[in-house]
Protein backbone atom coordinates (compact mmCIF):
# COMPACT_ATOMS: atom_id res chain seq x y z
CA UNK A 1 0.00 0.00 0.00
CA UNK A 2 2.94 2.20 -0.50
CA UNK A 3 3.09 5.56 -3.20
CA UNK A 4 6.74 3.51 -4.07
CA UNK A 5 4.90 0.39 -5.33
CA UNK A 6 2.01 2.05 -7.16
CA UNK A 7 4.43 4.78 -8.60
CA UNK A 8 6.78 1.67 -9.64
CA UNK A 9 4.20 0.00 -11.74
CA UNK A 10 3.34 3.31 -13.02
CA UNK A 11 6.66 3.51 -14.16
CA UNK A 12 7.18 0.73 -15.89
CA UNK A 13 4.92 1.35 -18.46
CA UNK A 14 5.99 5.35 -18.39
CA UNK A 15 9.36 5.54 -17.82
CA UNK A 16 10.05 8.71 -18.62
CA UNK A 17 6.78 10.48 -17.20
CA UNK A 18 7.98 12.29 -14.24
CA UNK A 19 4.94 14.58 -14.84
CA UNK A 20 2.45 12.17 -14.06
CA UNK A 21 4.49 10.31 -11.10
CA UNK A 22 4.12 13.89 -9.50
CA UNK A 23 0.28 13.99 -10.19
CA UNK A 24 0.11 10.71 -8.62
CA UNK A 25 1.94 11.50 -5.69
CA UNK A 26 -0.20 14.53 -4.86
CA UNK A 27 -3.69 12.28 -5.44
CA UNK A 28 -2.04 9.86 -3.01
CA UNK A 29 -1.41 12.22 -0.60
CA UNK A 30 -4.90 13.97 -0.80
CA UNK A 31 -6.51 10.74 -0.79
CA UNK A 32 -5.11 9.27 1.94
CA UNK A 33 -5.95 12.74 3.72
CA UNK A 34 -9.59 12.67 3.08
CA UNK A 35 -10.14 8.87 4.07
CA UNK A 36 -8.10 9.07 6.93
CA UNK A 37 -10.48 7.90 9.50
CA UNK A 38 -12.88 5.91 7.39
CA UNK A 39 -12.91 1.80 7.56
CA UNK A 40 -14.00 -0.64 5.02
CA UNK A 41 -16.70 -3.20 5.67
CA UNK A 42 -13.57 -5.23 6.78
CA UNK A 43 -12.75 -3.19 9.41
CA UNK A 44 -9.05 -2.61 7.12
CA UNK A 45 -8.47 1.30 6.50
CA UNK A 46 -10.79 2.66 3.85
CA UNK A 47 -7.29 3.95 1.67
CA UNK A 48 -6.85 0.07 1.05
CA UNK A 49 -9.27 -0.26 -1.08
CA UNK A 50 -8.17 2.86 -2.82
CA UNK A 51 -4.65 1.66 -3.44
CA UNK A 52 -6.07 -1.36 -4.80
CA UNK A 53 -8.23 0.81 -7.04
CA UNK A 54 -5.73 2.60 -8.64
CA UNK A 55 -3.10 -0.39 -8.54
CA UNK A 56 -5.30 -2.12 -10.91
CA UNK A 57 -5.07 0.52 -13.03
CA UNK A 58 -1.71 0.96 -13.38
CA UNK A 59 -1.35 -2.80 -13.81
CA UNK A 60 -3.65 -2.26 -16.67
CA UNK A 61 -1.46 0.68 -17.96
CA UNK A 62 -3.73 3.32 -18.17
CA UNK A 63 -2.28 6.83 -18.17
CA UNK A 64 -1.53 8.93 -14.56
CA UNK A 65 -4.76 11.06 -14.88
CA UNK A 66 -6.83 7.42 -14.56
CA UNK A 67 -4.62 6.05 -11.87
CA UNK A 68 -5.05 9.78 -9.83
CA UNK A 69 -8.77 9.77 -10.70
CA UNK A 70 -8.64 6.17 -9.36
CA UNK A 71 -7.26 7.01 -5.98
CA UNK A 72 -9.67 10.16 -6.14
CA UNK A 73 -12.61 8.08 -6.92
CA UNK A 74 -14.78 8.23 -3.83
CA UNK A 75 -13.79 11.45 -2.76
CA UNK A 76 -16.50 13.30 -3.73
CA UNK A 77 -19.17 10.37 -3.00
CA UNK A 78 -17.53 9.67 0.49
CA UNK A 79 -15.76 12.69 1.74
CA UNK A 80 -18.22 15.10 0.98
CA UNK A 81 -15.43 16.81 -0.98
CA UNK A 82 -16.27 19.27 -3.81
CA UNK A 83 -15.58 18.85 -7.64
CA UNK A 84 -14.82 22.52 -7.45
CA UNK A 85 -11.69 21.47 -5.10
CA UNK A 86 -11.08 18.78 -6.54
CA UNK A 87 -10.79 20.89 -10.03
CA UNK A 88 -8.47 23.77 -8.22
CA UNK A 89 -6.10 21.03 -7.06
CA UNK A 90 -5.92 17.94 -10.61
CA UNK A 91 -7.65 20.23 -12.46
CA UNK A 92 -10.51 19.65 -15.20
CA UNK A 93 -9.78 16.07 -17.04
CA UNK A 94 -9.54 14.30 -13.12
CA UNK A 95 -11.92 16.02 -11.77
CA UNK A 96 -14.34 14.80 -14.52
CA UNK A 97 -13.12 11.26 -14.43
CA UNK A 98 -14.00 11.56 -10.93
CA UNK A 99 -17.14 12.30 -11.74
CA UNK A 100 -18.00 10.09 -13.90
CA UNK A 101 -17.05 7.02 -12.01
CA UNK A 102 -19.21 9.22 -8.83
CA UNK A 103 -22.60 8.87 -11.23
CA UNK A 104 -21.73 5.68 -12.10
CA UNK A 105 -21.65 4.62 -8.51
CA UNK A 106 -25.13 6.09 -8.07
CA UNK A 107 -26.52 3.49 -10.71
CA UNK A 108 -28.31 0.69 -9.43
CA UNK A 109 -29.42 -2.75 -10.98
CA UNK A 110 -33.01 -3.49 -10.41
CA UNK A 111 -34.54 -6.81 -11.18
CA UNK A 112 -37.01 -5.43 -13.26
CA UNK A 113 -35.03 -3.02 -15.56
CA UNK A 114 -35.61 -2.38 -19.03
CA UNK A 115 -32.91 -4.65 -20.95
CA UNK A 116 -29.88 -5.09 -19.53
CA UNK A 117 -28.10 -3.84 -22.84
CA UNK A 118 -29.48 -0.37 -22.37
CA UNK A 119 -27.99 -0.27 -18.86
CA UNK A 120 -24.66 -1.59 -20.09
CA UNK A 121 -25.05 1.25 -22.97
CA UNK A 122 -26.25 3.91 -20.20
CA UNK A 123 -23.22 3.20 -18.11
CA UNK A 124 -21.35 3.99 -21.39
CA UNK A 125 -22.86 7.12 -21.95
CA UNK A 126 -23.19 7.78 -18.89
CA UNK A 127 -19.20 7.42 -18.82
CA UNK A 128 -18.70 9.80 -21.94
CA UNK A 129 -15.18 8.42 -21.40
CA UNK A 130 -13.83 4.63 -21.44
CA UNK A 131 -11.35 5.46 -18.30
CA UNK A 132 -14.42 6.10 -16.03
CA UNK A 133 -15.42 2.79 -17.45
CA UNK A 134 -11.75 1.13 -16.38
CA UNK A 135 -12.03 3.06 -13.38
CA UNK A 136 -15.18 1.38 -12.15
CA UNK A 137 -13.70 -2.03 -13.46
CA UNK A 138 -11.23 -1.75 -11.19
CA UNK A 139 -13.16 -0.29 -8.08
CA UNK A 140 -15.66 -3.07 -8.68
CA UNK A 141 -13.19 -6.05 -8.95
CA UNK A 142 -11.69 -4.50 -5.01
CA UNK A 143 -15.85 -4.32 -3.69
CA UNK A 144 -16.07 -7.91 -5.08
CA UNK A 145 -12.69 -9.05 -3.19
CA UNK A 146 -14.42 -7.65 -0.04
CA UNK A 147 -18.13 -8.43 -0.61
CA UNK A 148 -17.78 -11.09 1.65
CA UNK A 149 -17.91 -8.20 4.61
CA UNK A 150 -20.72 -6.53 3.09
CA UNK A 151 -24.22 -7.14 4.53
CA UNK A 152 -25.87 -10.34 3.43
CA UNK A 153 -28.98 -9.03 2.21
CA UNK A 154 -26.58 -6.25 -0.21
CA UNK A 155 -24.18 -8.93 -1.35
CA UNK A 156 -26.40 -10.85 -3.82
CA UNK A 157 -27.58 -7.35 -5.66
CA UNK A 158 -24.37 -6.31 -5.96
CA UNK A 159 -23.31 -10.06 -7.38
CA UNK A 160 -25.82 -10.32 -9.51
CA UNK A 161 -25.61 -6.38 -10.97
CA UNK A 162 -21.49 -7.49 -11.29
CA UNK A 163 -22.36 -10.44 -13.35
CA UNK A 164 -25.36 -9.09 -15.55
CA UNK A 165 -23.56 -5.91 -16.06
CA UNK A 166 -20.07 -5.22 -15.27
CA UNK A 167 -18.89 -8.61 -16.29
CA UNK A 168 -20.25 -7.95 -20.15
CA UNK A 169 -19.28 -4.79 -20.31
CA UNK A 170 -15.26 -5.95 -19.54
CA UNK A 171 -16.05 -8.67 -22.02
CA UNK A 172 -17.24 -6.30 -24.75
CA UNK A 173 -14.33 -4.05 -24.42
CA UNK A 174 -11.92 -6.77 -24.91
CA UNK A 175 -10.95 -7.54 -21.32
CA UNK A 176 -11.79 -10.87 -21.22
CA UNK A 177 -9.75 -12.06 -17.85
CA UNK A 178 -11.08 -8.96 -16.34
CA UNK A 179 -14.98 -10.27 -16.93
CA UNK A 180 -13.88 -13.96 -16.20
CA UNK A 181 -12.51 -12.89 -12.87
CA UNK A 182 -16.03 -10.73 -11.81
CA UNK A 183 -18.09 -13.09 -12.58
CA UNK A 184 -15.79 -16.21 -10.90
CA UNK A 185 -15.92 -13.60 -7.72
CA UNK A 186 -19.84 -13.24 -8.04
CA UNK A 187 -20.94 -16.85 -8.66
CA UNK A 188 -20.74 -17.77 -5.48
CA UNK A 189 -23.41 -15.53 -4.12
CA UNK A 190 -25.61 -16.09 -6.75
CA UNK A 191 -25.59 -19.32 -6.89
CA UNK A 192 -23.94 -21.02 -3.45
CA UNK A 193 -25.00 -24.28 -4.53
CA UNK A 194 -23.73 -24.71 -7.81
CA UNK A 195 -20.84 -22.87 -7.22
CA UNK A 196 -19.99 -25.21 -4.40
CA UNK A 197 -20.78 -28.66 -6.61
CA UNK A 198 -18.72 -27.19 -9.32
CA UNK A 199 -15.66 -26.21 -7.36
CA UNK A 200 -15.45 -29.58 -5.44
CA UNK A 201 -16.02 -31.79 -9.12
CA UNK A 202 -13.81 -30.14 -10.82
CA UNK A 203 -10.93 -30.39 -8.34
CA UNK A 204 -10.07 -33.65 -8.98
CA UNK A 205 -10.09 -33.21 -12.61
CA UNK A 206 -8.84 -30.48 -12.96
CA UNK A 207 -5.48 -31.63 -10.96
CA UNK A 208 -5.77 -34.81 -13.57
CA UNK A 209 -5.90 -32.78 -16.65
CA UNK A 210 -2.71 -30.45 -15.32
CA UNK A 211 -0.99 -33.88 -15.03
CA UNK A 212 -1.50 -34.99 -18.24
CA UNK A 213 -0.67 -31.51 -20.13
CA UNK A 214 2.55 -31.92 -18.42
CA UNK A 215 3.09 -34.95 -19.93
CA UNK A 216 1.97 -32.96 -23.47
CA UNK A 217 4.24 -30.23 -23.03
CA UNK A 218 7.80 -31.62 -24.25
CA UNK A 219 6.04 -33.67 -26.86
CA UNK A 220 5.09 -30.19 -28.53
CA UNK A 221 8.20 -28.53 -27.93
CA UNK A 222 10.07 -30.70 -29.06
CA UNK A 223 8.28 -30.87 -32.73
CA UNK A 224 8.24 -27.26 -32.69
CA UNK A 225 11.91 -26.73 -32.14
CA UNK A 226 12.35 -29.27 -35.18
CA UNK A 227 10.30 -27.18 -37.24
CA UNK A 228 12.27 -24.31 -36.43
CA UNK A 229 9.12 -22.52 -34.12
CA UNK A 230 10.66 -21.18 -30.81
CA UNK A 231 7.00 -20.32 -28.65
CA UNK A 232 7.88 -17.14 -26.63
CA UNK A 233 5.92 -18.68 -23.76
CA UNK A 234 3.89 -21.91 -22.96
CA UNK A 235 1.31 -22.12 -20.45
CA UNK A 236 -1.99 -23.74 -19.23
CA UNK A 237 -5.57 -21.52 -19.27
CA UNK A 238 -7.83 -22.91 -16.53
CA UNK A 239 -11.20 -22.35 -17.70
CA UNK A 240 -13.04 -20.14 -15.15
CA UNK A 241 -15.50 -21.65 -12.88
CA UNK A 242 -18.57 -19.69 -14.09
CA UNK A 243 -17.85 -20.21 -17.43
CA UNK A 244 -17.19 -23.82 -16.88
CA UNK A 245 -20.91 -23.98 -15.33
CA UNK A 246 -22.58 -21.78 -17.86
CA UNK A 247 -21.25 -24.30 -20.46
CA UNK A 248 -21.62 -27.41 -17.94
CA UNK A 249 -25.00 -26.95 -18.34
CA UNK A 250 -25.14 -26.88 -22.12
CA UNK A 251 -22.96 -30.11 -21.89
CA UNK A 252 -25.73 -32.48 -18.98
CA UNK A 253 -22.93 -31.29 -16.54
CA UNK A 254 -20.47 -33.77 -17.32
CA UNK A 255 -17.16 -32.63 -16.55
CA UNK A 256 -15.75 -35.45 -19.13
CA UNK A 257 -17.57 -33.86 -22.65
CA UNK A 258 -15.85 -30.23 -21.59
CA UNK A 259 -12.59 -30.51 -23.46
CA UNK A 260 -11.49 -27.15 -22.72
CA UNK A 261 -11.57 -27.43 -18.57
CA UNK A 262 -7.83 -26.71 -19.04
CA UNK A 263 -6.05 -25.50 -22.72
CA UNK A 264 -2.10 -25.80 -23.38
CA UNK A 265 -1.30 -22.13 -24.46
CA UNK A 266 1.36 -21.36 -27.07
CA UNK A 267 2.38 -17.79 -27.97
CA UNK A 268 4.69 -17.19 -30.79
CA UNK A 269 6.31 -14.38 -32.92
CA UNK A 270 4.28 -13.89 -35.62
CA UNK A 271 1.07 -14.16 -37.48
CA UNK A 272 2.74 -16.45 -39.61
CA UNK A 273 3.86 -18.57 -36.90
CA UNK A 274 0.77 -19.63 -35.48
CA UNK A 275 -0.23 -21.12 -38.59
CA UNK A 276 2.91 -23.17 -38.66
CA UNK A 277 2.37 -24.29 -35.46
CA UNK A 278 -1.40 -25.33 -36.12
CA UNK A 279 -0.10 -27.46 -38.60
CA UNK A 280 2.49 -29.03 -36.74
CA UNK A 281 0.19 -29.55 -34.07
CA UNK A 282 -2.44 -31.08 -36.33
CA UNK A 283 0.64 -33.21 -38.00
CA UNK A 284 1.07 -34.64 -34.71
CA UNK A 285 -2.53 -35.15 -33.68
CA UNK A 286 -5.82 -35.37 -35.69
CA UNK A 287 -8.13 -32.51 -34.78
CA UNK A 288 -11.58 -32.92 -33.89
CA UNK A 289 -13.75 -31.91 -36.47
CA UNK A 290 -15.35 -28.32 -36.00
CA UNK A 291 -13.33 -27.67 -33.20
CA UNK A 292 -11.16 -24.91 -34.89
CA UNK A 293 -11.30 -21.95 -34.45
CA UNK A 294 -9.73 -19.00 -36.68
CA UNK A 295 -9.99 -16.04 -34.53
CA UNK A 296 -7.13 -14.51 -36.46
CA UNK A 297 -8.52 -13.92 -39.38
CA UNK A 298 -12.34 -14.00 -37.68
CA UNK A 299 -11.80 -12.15 -34.21
CA UNK A 300 -14.58 -11.99 -32.01
CA UNK A 301 -17.12 -9.81 -32.00
CA UNK A 302 -14.44 -7.78 -28.66
CA UNK A 303 -11.56 -8.22 -30.70
CA UNK A 304 -10.54 -11.17 -29.47
CA UNK A 305 -7.76 -12.92 -31.57
CA UNK A 306 -6.52 -16.32 -31.70
CA UNK A 307 -6.20 -20.06 -32.90
CA UNK A 308 -7.85 -22.90 -31.40
CA UNK A 309 -8.02 -26.25 -31.99
CA UNK A 310 -8.75 -29.55 -30.01
CA UNK A 311 -6.97 -32.71 -30.83
CA UNK A 312 -6.51 -36.36 -30.16
CA UNK A 313 -4.26 -35.84 -28.42
CA UNK A 314 -1.47 -38.53 -26.05
CA UNK A 315 -3.66 -41.46 -25.12
CA UNK A 316 -6.30 -40.22 -27.68
CA UNK A 317 -7.47 -37.66 -25.05
CA UNK A 318 -8.96 -34.53 -27.03
CA UNK A 319 -7.00 -31.51 -25.90
CA UNK A 320 -7.75 -27.64 -26.65
CA UNK A 321 -4.22 -25.36 -27.98
CA UNK A 322 -5.00 -21.93 -28.54
CA UNK A 323 -1.80 -20.02 -30.22
CA UNK A 324 -1.27 -16.54 -30.81
CA UNK A 325 1.02 -13.80 -30.57
CA UNK A 326 2.02 -11.74 -28.11
CA UNK A 327 0.03 -8.31 -29.13
CA UNK A 328 -2.98 -10.39 -29.42
CA UNK A 329 -2.41 -11.84 -25.74
CA UNK A 330 -1.87 -8.45 -24.77
CA UNK A 331 -5.27 -7.46 -26.46
CA UNK A 332 -6.77 -10.57 -24.82
CA UNK A 333 -5.50 -9.42 -21.40
CA UNK A 334 -6.30 -5.75 -21.59
CA UNK A 335 -9.05 -5.52 -23.93
CA UNK A 336 -9.42 -1.58 -24.75
CA UNK A 337 -7.03 -0.26 -22.22
CA UNK A 338 -4.30 -1.73 -24.27
CA UNK A 339 -5.39 0.16 -27.26
CA UNK A 340 -5.39 3.03 -24.90
CA UNK A 341 -1.78 2.26 -23.47
CA UNK A 342 -1.14 2.52 -27.56
CA UNK A 343 -2.41 5.20 -28.21
CA UNK A 344 -1.37 6.92 -25.32
CA UNK A 345 2.24 6.16 -26.65
CA UNK A 346 1.76 7.74 -30.19
CA UNK A 347 3.94 10.37 -30.74
CA UNK A 348 6.66 9.54 -28.35
CA UNK A 349 9.97 8.93 -28.87
CA UNK A 350 9.29 4.92 -27.14
CA UNK A 351 6.52 4.68 -29.81
CA UNK A 352 8.98 6.56 -32.42
CA UNK A 353 11.72 3.77 -32.16
CA UNK A 354 9.33 1.08 -31.91
CA UNK A 355 9.98 0.37 -28.80
CA UNK A 356 6.46 -0.02 -28.63
CA UNK A 357 4.88 -2.68 -30.84
CA UNK A 358 1.97 -1.07 -32.69
CA UNK A 359 -1.40 -3.08 -32.55
CA UNK A 360 -2.78 -3.70 -35.89
CA UNK A 361 -3.88 -0.38 -37.55
CA UNK A 362 -7.54 -1.91 -38.14
CA UNK A 363 -9.64 -0.59 -35.50
CA UNK A 364 -10.64 -3.69 -33.20
CA UNK A 365 -14.37 -4.63 -34.03
CA UNK A 366 -15.54 -3.68 -30.84
CA UNK A 367 -14.66 0.10 -31.02
CA UNK A 368 -17.22 -0.49 -34.50
CA UNK A 369 -19.77 -2.07 -32.13
CA UNK A 370 -19.85 1.11 -30.03
CA UNK A 371 -20.07 3.28 -33.02
CA UNK A 372 -22.72 1.06 -34.25
CA UNK A 373 -24.65 2.26 -31.20
CA UNK A 374 -24.60 5.51 -31.78
CA UNK A 375 -26.21 6.16 -35.37
CA UNK A 376 -25.06 9.53 -36.10
CA UNK A 377 -21.43 8.72 -35.56
CA UNK A 378 -19.39 10.97 -37.46
CA UNK A 379 -17.22 8.96 -39.99
CA UNK A 380 -13.50 9.06 -39.55
CA UNK A 381 -12.46 10.37 -35.83
CA UNK A 382 -8.67 9.68 -34.28
CA UNK A 383 -9.39 6.40 -31.35
CA UNK A 384 -9.28 8.45 -28.07
CA UNK A 385 -12.08 11.09 -29.74
CA UNK A 386 -13.76 7.86 -30.64
CA UNK A 387 -13.85 6.92 -27.27
CA UNK A 388 -15.16 10.24 -25.66
CA UNK A 389 -18.22 11.14 -27.89
CA UNK A 390 -21.18 10.49 -26.52
CA UNK A 391 -22.65 6.95 -27.56
CA UNK A 392 -26.08 8.47 -28.06
CA UNK A 393 -25.99 11.93 -29.28
CA UNK A 394 -30.08 11.99 -28.95
CA UNK A 395 -30.81 10.35 -25.76
CA UNK A 396 -29.58 10.98 -22.13
CA UNK A 397 -29.82 8.34 -19.30
CA UNK A 398 -30.94 10.11 -15.77
CA UNK A 399 -31.20 8.29 -12.49
CA UNK A 400 -33.55 8.43 -9.53
CA UNK A 401 -32.55 8.95 -6.18
CA UNK A 402 -32.87 5.07 -6.24
CA UNK A 403 -30.79 4.78 -8.79
CA UNK A 404 -33.23 4.02 -10.96
CA UNK A 405 -32.67 4.44 -15.19
CA UNK A 406 -34.74 6.70 -17.05
CA UNK A 407 -34.29 6.88 -20.71
CA UNK A 408 -35.30 10.56 -22.27
CA UNK A 409 -34.46 12.31 -24.63
CA UNK A 410 -31.64 15.37 -25.06
CA UNK A 411 -33.03 18.19 -23.57
CA UNK A 412 -35.93 16.92 -21.46
CA UNK A 413 -36.32 18.75 -18.15
CA UNK A 414 -37.31 17.91 -14.70
CA UNK A 415 -40.78 18.59 -15.45
CA UNK A 416 -40.17 15.69 -17.87
CA UNK A 417 -38.85 13.37 -15.56
CA UNK A 418 -41.59 14.23 -13.24
CA UNK A 419 -44.21 13.24 -15.55
CA UNK A 420 -42.06 10.05 -16.52
CA UNK A 421 -42.03 8.69 -13.04
CA UNK A 422 -45.84 9.50 -12.44
CA UNK A 423 -48.32 11.52 -14.03
CA UNK A 424 -49.43 12.50 -10.33
CA UNK A 425 -45.88 13.48 -9.58
CA UNK A 426 -45.92 15.80 -12.76
CA UNK A 427 -49.05 16.93 -11.71
CA UNK A 428 -47.84 18.18 -8.46
CA UNK A 429 -44.44 19.13 -9.12
CA UNK A 430 -43.16 22.64 -7.66
CA UNK A 431 -39.50 22.27 -7.87
CA UNK A 432 -36.21 19.93 -8.58
CA UNK A 433 -33.15 18.66 -7.42
CA UNK A 434 -30.35 18.22 -9.38
CA UNK A 435 -27.36 15.73 -7.91
CA UNK A 436 -28.69 17.38 -4.46
CA UNK A 437 -29.15 20.91 -5.87
CA UNK A 438 -32.41 23.30 -6.71
CA UNK A 439 -32.45 24.15 -10.29
CA UNK A 440 -35.20 25.34 -12.17
CA UNK A 441 -37.93 23.33 -13.46
CA UNK A 442 -36.74 24.27 -16.93
CA UNK A 443 -32.88 22.96 -16.95
CA UNK A 444 -32.13 20.67 -19.13
CA UNK A 445 -30.46 17.41 -17.89
CA UNK A 446 -27.79 15.42 -18.78
CA UNK A 447 -26.84 12.07 -18.61
CA UNK A 448 -25.73 10.70 -14.90
CA UNK A 449 -27.95 13.26 -13.06
CA UNK A 450 -29.63 12.29 -10.60
CA UNK A 451 -33.16 13.59 -10.16
CA UNK A 452 -35.28 14.25 -7.38
CA UNK A 453 -38.85 15.64 -7.87
CA UNK A 454 -40.20 18.09 -5.54
CA UNK A 455 -43.83 17.93 -4.79
CA UNK A 456 -46.98 19.79 -3.12
CA UNK A 457 -50.32 18.73 -2.48
CA UNK A 458 -53.21 19.31 -4.70
CA UNK A 459 -50.89 21.63 -7.00
CA UNK A 460 -51.73 21.97 -10.65
CA UNK A 461 -49.36 22.09 -13.72
CA UNK A 462 -49.29 25.46 -15.35
CA UNK A 463 -49.88 25.91 -18.84
CA UNK A 464 -46.39 27.61 -19.72
CA UNK A 465 -45.01 24.06 -18.99
CA UNK A 466 -46.49 23.08 -22.29
CA UNK A 467 -43.07 25.00 -23.66
CA UNK A 468 -40.98 23.71 -20.99
CA UNK A 469 -41.01 19.61 -21.88
CA UNK A 470 -39.49 17.80 -24.59
CA UNK A 471 -41.47 14.41 -24.25
CA UNK A 472 -44.56 13.76 -25.91
CA UNK A 473 -46.01 12.14 -23.05
CA UNK A 474 -45.22 14.92 -20.29
CA UNK A 475 -46.89 17.38 -23.14
CA UNK A 476 -49.69 14.90 -23.27
CA UNK A 477 -50.16 14.56 -19.53
CA UNK A 478 -50.25 18.59 -19.10
CA UNK A 479 -53.31 18.62 -21.41
CA UNK A 480 -55.21 16.50 -19.88
CA UNK A 481 -54.41 17.92 -16.20
CA UNK A 482 -55.31 21.30 -17.65
CA UNK A 483 -58.66 20.36 -19.12
CA UNK A 484 -59.64 18.78 -15.33
CA UNK A 485 -57.97 21.46 -13.57
CA UNK A 486 -59.90 24.11 -15.57
CA UNK A 487 -63.03 22.75 -17.25
CA UNK A 488 -64.68 25.30 -19.17
CA UNK A 489 -67.06 27.47 -16.89
CA UNK A 490 -71.05 26.77 -17.36
CA UNK A 491 -73.22 29.58 -17.95
CA UNK A 492 -77.21 29.87 -17.66
CA UNK A 493 -78.90 30.79 -21.08
CA UNK A 494 -82.80 32.24 -20.34
CA UNK A 495 -85.16 32.39 -22.96
CA UNK A 496 -87.44 35.03 -22.04
CA UNK A 497 -90.62 35.21 -24.41
CA UNK A 498 -92.44 38.86 -23.70
CA UNK A 499 -94.11 42.05 -25.06
CA UNK A 500 -92.14 44.68 -26.91
CA UNK A 501 -92.12 46.74 -23.88
CA UNK A 502 -90.04 49.90 -23.78
CA UNK A 503 -88.03 49.25 -20.46
CA UNK A 504 -88.91 45.69 -20.36
CA UNK A 505 -84.54 45.32 -21.11
CA UNK A 506 -83.88 47.72 -18.26
CA UNK A 507 -86.16 46.12 -16.13
CA UNK A 508 -84.43 42.30 -16.66
CA UNK A 509 -80.83 44.11 -16.39
CA UNK A 510 -81.63 45.65 -12.76
CA UNK A 511 -82.48 42.62 -11.38
CA UNK A 512 -79.63 40.19 -12.91
CA UNK A 513 -77.49 43.05 -11.77
CA UNK A 514 -78.90 43.85 -8.02
CA UNK A 515 -78.18 39.73 -7.49
CA UNK A 516 -74.28 40.82 -8.87
CA UNK A 517 -73.99 38.11 -11.80
CA UNK A 518 -72.55 39.50 -14.69
CA UNK A 519 -74.65 39.69 -17.79
CA UNK A 520 -72.29 37.88 -20.68
CA UNK A 521 -74.89 37.96 -23.76
CA UNK A 522 -78.15 39.55 -24.33
CA UNK A 523 -79.78 39.21 -27.57
CA UNK A 524 -83.16 40.87 -28.83
CA UNK A 525 -85.64 39.10 -31.04
CA UNK A 526 -88.70 41.91 -30.44
CA UNK A 527 -89.66 41.89 -34.07
CA UNK A 528 -91.13 38.36 -34.72
CA UNK A 529 -94.20 37.21 -34.86
CA UNK A 530 -93.61 35.78 -30.83
CA UNK A 531 -90.76 38.30 -29.62
CA UNK A 532 -88.34 37.07 -27.09
CA UNK A 533 -85.12 38.35 -25.65
CA UNK A 534 -82.34 35.70 -24.89
CA UNK A 535 -80.15 36.42 -21.54
CA UNK A 536 -76.38 34.66 -20.86
CA UNK A 537 -75.48 35.15 -17.27
CA UNK A 538 -72.46 34.21 -15.79
CA UNK A 539 -73.38 31.37 -13.05
CA UNK A 540 -73.97 27.46 -13.44
CA UNK A 541 -75.42 27.51 -9.77
CA UNK A 542 -79.21 26.06 -10.53
CA UNK A 543 -80.49 27.76 -7.34
CA UNK A 544 -79.76 31.28 -8.25
CA UNK A 545 -80.63 30.85 -11.87
CA UNK A 546 -84.44 29.32 -10.56
CA UNK A 547 -84.67 32.27 -8.30
CA UNK A 548 -83.54 35.20 -10.89
CA UNK A 549 -86.37 33.02 -12.96
CA UNK A 550 -88.92 33.60 -10.51
CA UNK A 551 -87.85 37.21 -10.34
CA UNK A 552 -88.19 38.05 -13.69
CA UNK A 553 -91.16 35.98 -14.47
CA UNK A 554 -92.83 38.98 -12.04
CA UNK A 555 -91.84 41.25 -14.46
CA UNK A 556 -94.74 43.16 -15.97
CA UNK A 557 -94.95 42.14 -20.35
CA UNK A 558 -92.56 38.92 -19.45
CA UNK A 559 -94.90 36.19 -20.62
CA UNK A 560 -92.97 33.18 -20.58
CA UNK A 561 -89.29 32.40 -19.29
CA UNK A 562 -87.41 28.98 -19.47
CA UNK A 563 -84.12 28.69 -18.83
CA UNK A 564 -80.66 26.04 -19.28
CA UNK A 565 -77.14 25.67 -18.29
CA UNK A 566 -74.86 26.26 -21.08
CA UNK A 567 -70.71 25.92 -21.39
MN1 LIG B 1 -14.81 2.65 -4.56
Known sequence: MTLDKLIKEFKKHFPSDENGAQVIARAFAFAKNAHKNQKRASGENYFSHIFET???LAMWRLDYQSIAAGLLHDTIEDCKISAESLKKEFGEEITFLVEGVTKLGALKYHEDDQGLESLRKMILA???????????????L????????????KQKRIAVETAEIYAPLAYRLGMQNVAGELEDLAFPYIYPDKHKWVTENVKETFEERMRYLKNVEPVVKNQLEKSGIKPLSLDYRAKRFY??????????MNLENIYDLVALRLIVNTVEECYLTLGVIHQLWPPLPGRIKDYIALPKPNGYQSLHTTVFCVDDRPTEFQIRTVDMHEQAEHG??????????????????????ALDSKESIWIRQLKNWQSQFPGSKEFIEALKVDFFSDRIFVLTPKGRVIDMPVGATPIDFAYHIHSSVGDSCVGAKVNNKIVSL???????????????????PSEGWLALVKTHYAKKKIKASLKKASPIPKKTEYKITCEARIGLIKDLSAIISRNHIPVIKLE?????KYPFIKIVIDTENKEKAEMLMLKMKKINGVKEIGYKIVE
Open 54 to 56: AYK
Open 126 to 140: ISKDLRVVFIKLADR
Open 142 to 153: HNMKTLRYVPQQ
Open 243 to 252: SLYKKLLRYD
Open 336 to 357: AAAHWFYESKKGTSEYNEGKIA
Open 442 to 460: DAPLQSGDIVEVLTQKNKK
Open 524 to 528: TFLNE
